[in-house]
């Protein structure tokens, strides 16, 4: 069941009018630019694609870097456009951007600031510099995704998001909880961790969280989010085959592999993913909200 | 079939929408959950999609931070029958998680609904039974769920352990915990709770102490440690010892697969983000030291597994032969008992240095301090006792306590998660002793120190060392100097010699030593006169011919205020210079020393200059003559004092006659002074001496007299007295042309 990826996505356009949550999630592109799937060796020819569309279940997922800007944004855009519910922040105190020179960063406050409010004051500040070190088309893209900056640590999972409906990846995250999240850079999983071990995990929820170390740059963050995409869609497809079995008929019935769930399946995955991608150590830990 | 599916999907939209609704406002909720419950509850017969769907509404429900506490605790009662009714019908993964999860939200709910409630046996019989049933499940059912049981009982733990009381007056404002029960509650005897708990507890941290594998169930219990530790001092402890009795790397003794290798890492890592947030969250927690050993520890275990070019051992002093290192270590302490000779065994556990070396049983022996017997009676009652002692019992006993010392050696580098293992007295074996509520854990940690501080440390092994190849090190190239900087730096040397000079200025007031003579070594006595002779050599001889530039051959008076071209001596003669004026009466003998050095210099340097042009068949005058500077510093410092001479200073007779060379330049500034009346006679004075005991310079000096007698008339009496008799001829001369002149006018 393959649908035309152009009208696939002029599909998933058109949730920014609806707010409240459509009750199944909408019918997902099948297809996707091969290029972006492609792992560097070649090993994931076309496996994911199936994936990439199953209706139905789908895992939700959170990606975070430091900034929300760069590497979680582009694998939000990676994800959202896969059709994967997915939400994205940022872990560092403050939205640091590269300014005129290394010691004179451009800074900004999370969940206040647009994407559209930084990109007219760069473009203001310098239009040749920061559309040549490209800062302002990365806010371009960005400010098609969503509109502002969040900060994981502001974050309440559990609260609904329903005044995020016009971003992309929307779809699936309302109720303000997320399956999966991945981060891009040691010290945001650290910070990830340090965070949710202080709130205590009282919504009872386990959360697998990812990190996958990416360099802060748009080339790295490019191959970081096919990385990023690869992992999302080999877990959102393990997850979806174990919800299928119908009832304990699989568990009792199945053997070996069949027999595994999706969770206890993680650390394979990503050791596999691990093997396909080894210029991007990752680690994984199970957590709670 | 068709139309069945169709009607599902359909109902399951409908509740779609009223999820949304819940969603934009909590307040929803309240009407939403009874309404749902009967499609998807107890004895609805719901299909699957719709127990899912209602297992995750519930479990999202009760997790919802916009729903008020009081909203949930009324709704928890309603929904507890059908949780039940799932978890012990339903055979599905996602709808036993999700149960399981709203069960752990709902059970402090309910627990404080009984608290108010004594009587309501139903619903607690009811709760009662979820409970068992999810800790049934905790051990066999898949990991998926085990994890979400592994969190109900730690919100059962934290539930059902003493918290703080915030406000004992508003019991609904504070957490709800076993701080709030009564302890005649009908229903929740206190006691039976924390029995329970504790129980709970071990099961919960037995996940870390069996030899388990799976991460998956590691990290889901330590990240769900964390707010137990912080919220529960009464556990803290024990929990934070278990952790710290973790090893996160024992996998890596199995081969390394690409998912061993993420278990491991992602065991190491989740138990070091638990101690890292421990740290930080009480920074004065007594047990931060042990934690932060042990994450350095782990941090070079760490180093050690993933560095794959060396990985020989991959994790160090972990039993792999699946003995129990507990019962291994009372094996070895037994067989310290066969020794026949009545030597005690050592008692197991750590043992003192006195009772390595306590040999006998008698406790009277054992508690006498020797020290009380003065020593020199030690002494003499040793020796006699030393030759009486019978050969065999003292051969026996050294090697009883070297058998022991041997022993315990062999017996320490244990692992600490097995030291930890006796200290805590966790025999999984007697699951009842753990139950004894006067369990202390405070000894425990004592043990578990003392355990650690006898455990070898780690760092000294040599694997540790890393492999980096010991390369000379080279510093780099500094930058060059610019020539302020040379300048700059040149002459803070010189300030700092001449700093040094001065102090031994204050000590040259001491009684005059007699002076060694001509024999002397020019610097040997490190006192002002050697530091002078040093200084004005390094000024002189230093850095000789090295500045002799053919474009200063001629300017030789100027080199020194030349722009751009330091020189380190002309520096220092500067310095000396300003030095010698400082003080120069008492510093004269600074001067003419300085000044002989100078001469003598300006000597060397001429025969130097003359011996390769005499080579050359004479053809020296192309070669730059040497830079004298003798004569330019005799002139200025004659310059320099003589304005400041005294009519009766007999310091400049002595120094004119010191100077190694006196011409007619100097003579000239001698006879300046005597434009001065008061000072004609010193000028006279001082000619007079160079005229008596320089015979050298005595026809220059008698030229200058003569001068002085016919253009200075202040000087004519005293230079006459001196002409009449050197050169009486001038003063005839003279007369005649007086003379001469008389008759002509």
């Given at each position: 069941m393959s649908a035309d990826p152009r009208l696939a996505r002029s599909r998933q356009q058109?949730?920014?009018?609806?707010?409240?949550?459509?009750?199944?999630?909408?019918?997902?592109?099948?297809?996707?630019?091969?290029?972006?799937?492609?792992?560097?060796?070649?090993?994931?020819?076309?496996?994911?694609?199936?994936?990439?569309?199953?209706?139905?279940?789908?895992?939700?997922?959170?990606?975070?870097?430091?900034?929300?800007?760069?590497?979680?944004?582009?694998?939000?855009?990676?994800?959202?456009?896969?059709?994967?519910?997915?939400?994205?922040?940022?872990?560092?105190?403050?939205?640091?951007?590269?300014?005129?020179?290394?010691?004179?960063?451009?800074?900004?406050?999370?969940?206040?600031?647009?994407?559209?409010?930084?990109?007219?004051?760069?473009?203001?500040?310098?239009?040749?510099?920061?559309?040549?070190?490209?800062?302002?088309?990365?806010?371009?893209?960005?400010?098609?995704?969503?509109?502002?900056?969040?900060?994981?640590?502001?974050?309440?999972?559990?609260?609904?998001?329903?005044?995020?409906?016009?971003?992309?990846?929307?779809?699936?995250?309302?109720?303000?909880?997320?399956?999966?999240?991945?981060?891009?850079?040691?010290?945001?999983?650290?910070?990830?961790?340090?965070?949710?071990?202080?709130?205590?995990?009282?919504?009872?929820?386990?959360?697998?969280?990812?990190?996958?170390?990416?360099?802060?740059?748009?080339?790295?963050?490019?191959?970081?989010?096919?990385?990023?995409?690869?992992?999302?869609?080999?877990?959102?497809?393990?997850?979806?085959?174990?919800?299928?079995?119908?009832?304990?008929?699989?568990?009792?019935?199945?053997?070996?592999?069949?027999?595994?769930?999706?969770?206890?399946?993680?650390?394979?995955?990503?050791?596999?993913?691990?093997?396909?991608?080894?210029?991007?150590?990752?680690?994984?830990?199970?957590?709670?909200? | 079939m068709n139309s069945a599916t169709s009607v599902a999907s359909e109902t399951l939209s409908q509740l779609e929408s009223a999820r949304a609704l819940a969603l934009s406002d909590a307040a929803y909720y309240n009407q939403i959950v009874p309404g749902v419950l009967p499609i998807i509850g107890a004895g609805a017969n719901a299909s699957l999609e719709l127990r899912r769907w209602g297992a995750d509404f519930l479990a999202e429900t009760f997790a919802s931070p916009t729903l008020g506490s009081e909203d949930k605790q009324r709704l928890s009662l309603q929904v507890l029958e059908t949780l039940r009714e799932n978890l012990e019908t339903v055979d599905d993964t996602g709808v036993i998680k999700s149960v399981v999860q709203a069960a752990a939200s709902i059970y402090p709910l309910v627990f404080r609904h009984i608290l108010s409630n004594p009587n309501d046996v139903q619903n607690w019989q009811i709760m009662a039974a979820i409970k068992s049933n999810i800790l049934r499940r905790m051990d066999s059912a898949s990991p998926g769920i085990r994890i979400c049981c592994i969190k109900f009982v730690q919100r059962v733990v934290q539930v059902e352990t003493p918290g703080l009381i915030a406000d004992p007056r508003?019991?609904?404002?504070?957490?709800?915990?076993?701080?709030?029960?009564?302890?005649?509650?009908?229903?929740?005897?206190?006691?039976?709770?924390?029995?329970?708990?504790?129980?709970?507890?071990?099961?919960?941290?037995?996940?870390?102490?069996?030899?388990?594998?799976?991460?998956?169930?590691?990290?889901?219990?330590?990240?769900?440690?964390?707010?137990?530790?912080?919220?529960?001092?009464?556990?803290?402890?024990?929990?934070?010892?278990?952790?710290?009795?973790?090893?996160?790397?024992?996998?890596?003794?199995?081969?390394?697969?690409?998912?061993?290798?993420?278990?491991?890492?992602?065991?190491?890592?989740?138990?070091?983000?638990?101690?890292?947030?421990?740290?930080?969250?009480?920074?004065?927690?007594?047990?931060?030291?042990?934690?932060?050993?042990?994450?350095?520890?782990?941090?070079?275990?760490?180093?050690?597994?993933?560095?794959?070019?060396?990985?020989?051992?991959?994790?160090?002093?972990?039993?792999?032969?699946?003995?129990?290192?507990?019962?291994?270590?009372?094996?070895?302490?037994?067989?310290?008992?066969?020794?026949?000779?009545?030597?005690?065994?050592?008692?197991?556990?750590?043992?003192?240095?006195?009772?390595?070396?306590t040999l006998t049983r008698d406790e009277g022996a054992k508690n006498f301090d020797v020290q009380a017997i003065p020593s020199d009676l030690v002494v003499k009652i040793l020796v006699p006792m030393l030759i009486r002692i019978d050969k065999g019992q003292m051969d026996n006993a050294i090697n009883a306590v070297r058998a022991r010392y041997l022993s315990l050696s062999k017996s320490q580098p244990r692992s600490a998660a097995e030291a930890a293992a006796i200290a805590t007295g966790k025999a999984p074996l007697d699951e009842e002793d753990e139950y004894e509520p006067d369990y202390q854990p405070t000894e425990d940690t004592e043990q578990i120190i003392n355990k650690l501080d006898n455990a070898p440390p780690e760092g000294l092994l040599p694997e540790r060392v890393p492999d980096a190849p010991l390369a000379p090190f080279k510093l780099p190239q500094a930058p060059p100097l610019t020539e302020e900087q040379i300048e700059d730096y040149g002459g803070g040397t010189v300030r700092r010699v001449f700093g040094m000079m001065s102090t031994l200025d204050d000590s040259a007031s001491r009684p005059k030593v007699p002076k060694p003579g001509f024999n002397r070594l020019a610097a040997s006595s490190y006192d002002r006169d050697a530091w002078v002779t040093v200084i004005s050599r390094l000024a002189t001889r230093a850095s000789t011919g090295l500045e002799a530039q053919p474009n200063i051959?001629?300017?030789?008076?100027?080199?020194?205020?030349?722009?751009?071209?330091?020189?380190?001596?002309?520096?220092?003669?500067?310095?000396?210079?300003?030095?010698?004026?400082?003080?120069?009466?008492?510093?004269?003998?600074?001067?003419?020393?300085?000044?002989?050095?100078?001469?003598?210099?300006?000597?060397?340097?001429?025969?130097?200059?003359?011996?390769?042009?005499?080579?050359?068949?004479?053809?020296?005058?192309?070669?730059?003559?040497?830079?004298?500077?003798?004569?330019?510093?005799?002139?200025?410092?004659?310059?320099?004092?003589?304005?400041?001479?005294?009519?009766?200073?007999?310091?400049?007779?002595?120094?004119?006659?010191?100077?190694?060379?006196?011409?007619?330049?100097?003579?000239?500034?001698?006879?300046?002074?005597a434009r001065d009346p008061e000072r004609v006679n010193l000028a006279i004075a001082v000619i007079h001496y160079l005229v008596l005991f320089r015979p050298p310079v005595r026809e220059i000096c008698l030229d200058a007299l003569e001068d002085l007698w016919k253009n200075y008339d202040g000087a004519k009496t005293g230079s006459a007295k001196i002409l009449t008799k050197w050169r009486p001829e001038v003063l005839q001369q003279e007369a005649m042309n007086g003379a001469h002149e008389d008759v002509k006018s």
């Open positions: 058109q949730p920014t009018t609806v707010p409240p949550p459509p009750p199944p999630p909408p019918p997902a592109a099948e297809a996707h630019p091969d290029s972006t799937k492609m792992a560097v060796d070649g090993t994931n020819d076309a496996q994911p694609q199936e994936g990439l569309v199953k209706d139905g279940f789908k895992l939700r997922f959170c990606t975070v870097c430091a900034s929300n800007n760069n590497r979680s944004m582009e694998s939000h855009l990676r994800l959202a456009t896969a059709s994967l519910p997915v939400i994205s922040f940022g872990t560092g105190s403050l939205v640091r951007l590269p300014g005129p020179s290394i010691t004179q960063p451009n800074v900004y406050s999370f969940n206040s600031t647009t994407y559209r409010a930084i990109h007219a004051e760069l473009a203001h500040q310098n239009t040749a510099l920061y559309t040549a070190n490209g800062l302002l088309p990365m806010l371009a893209r960005n400010l098609s995704i969503k509109s502002y900056p969040e900060r994981f640590q502001d974050w309440v999972p559990g609260k609904p998001r329903l005044d995020h409906a016009a971003d992309k990846g929307a779809p699936g995250t309302e109720a303000g909880v997320v399956d999966v999240v991945i981060t891009c850079e040691e010290r945001c999983f650290d910070a990830v961790l340090d965070h949710l071990l202080t709130k205590g995990g009282r919504l009872n929820r386990p959360v697998h969280v990812f990190n996958v170390d990416i360099r802060d740059n748009h080339e790295e963050a490019l191959v970081g989010g096919r990385a990023i995409l690869d992992l999302a869609v080999r877990l959102n497809e393990c997850a979806a085959r174990e919800r299928e079995r119908l009832g304990g008929e699989g568990w009792e019935a199945g053997g070996g592999r069949a027999r595994e769930g999706f969770d206890e399946r993680v650390p394979e995955i990503l050791g596999e993913w691990q093997e396909r991608w080894p210029g991007l150590p990752a680690l994984w830990t199970l957590a709670w909200f | 508003r019991p609904e404002q504070n957490e709800i915990s076993l701080a709030l029960v009564p302890r005649d509650h009908p229903l929740i005897p206190p006691q039976n709770l924390e029995a329970e708990a504790s129980g709970l507890l071990d099961r919960l941290l037995s996940i870390l102490q069996e030899d388990t594998s799976d991460a998956l169930l590691v990290t889901a219990t330590l990240n769900s440690l964390g707010t137990l530790i912080r919220s529960r001092p009464s556990i803290s402890n024990k929990i934070i010892s278990t952790v710290l009795n973790f090893n996160p790397l024992k996998l890596a003794n199995s081969p390394m697969t690409p998912k061993i290798k993420v278990m491991v890492k992602s065991m190491e890592r989740t138990t070091r983000a638990l101690l890292m947030n421990i740290i930080k969250k009480s920074p004065e927690n007594p047990l931060n030291p042990r934690i932060h050993q042990y994450l350095e520890r782990m941090h070079r275990m760490r180093l050690d597994v993933f560095d794959e070019s060396n990985r020989k051992r991959p994790a160090p002093s972990e039993p792999t032969d699946g003995l129990d290192p507990a019962k291994r270590q009372r094996l070895g302490a037994e067989a310290l008992s066969e020794p026949p000779s009545a030597i005690p065994p050592l008692p197991p556990g750590p043992v003192s240095f006195s009772q390595l070396f051959v001629k300017s030789e008076y100027k080199t020194v205020s030349r722009k751009g071209n330091f020189s380190i001596s002309n520096t220092i003669r500067e310095a000396l210079f300003n030095y010698i004026m400082a003080d120069w009466k008492r510093r004269i003998d600074v001067a003419s020393s300085w000044l002989s050095e100078e001469w003598y210099n300006d000597r060397i340097q001429l025969e130097a200059m003359r011996a390769p042009a005499e080579d050359a068949n004479g053809d020296g005058g192309n070669l730059p003559a040497p830079t004298l500077h003798y004569k330019k510093w005799i002139l200025k410092l004659l310059d320099a004092i003589l304005p400041y001479m005294d009519g009766k200073d007999k310091v400049m007779i002595r120094f004119l006659s010191e100077i190694p060379e006196v011409d007619r330049d100097v003579l000239d500034r001698v006879k300046k002074m």
